[in-house]
């Protein structure tokens, strides 16, 4: 079995309030040493077999379509991984 990781982030010129409030929560527990959190969406698409070309073709289309909003998000990646199992 594979699985095909999809990686969307807020597009990097969009404020992320998410990310600034896990960077606040880091400076109020004492955690230094990081100026900017952004925090983004990670899919896990399993395939039974090996993963072909035609299925990630499939997950780019899928990841452009429907599991990304195009105005705010970007797709970063779109890959095969093996299965842990």
Do not use: C, Q, W, Y
């Amino acid at each position: 079995m594979a699985i095909i990781v999809v990686e969307v982030m807020p597009k990097r010129e969009l404020l992320d309030p998410a990310g600034k409030a896990v960077l606040g929560a880091f400076h109020r527990s004492g955690i230094e040493g990081f100026h900017e959190v952004r925090i983004g969406k990670r899919f896990e698409l399993h395939v039974d077999g090996p993963a072909t070309e035609s299925h990630l073709a499939d997950a780019r289309k899928m990841a452009d379509d429907l599991l990304s909003n195009g105005v705010i998000e970007d797709v970063l990646d779109v890959r095969v991984e093996d299965s842990p199992a």
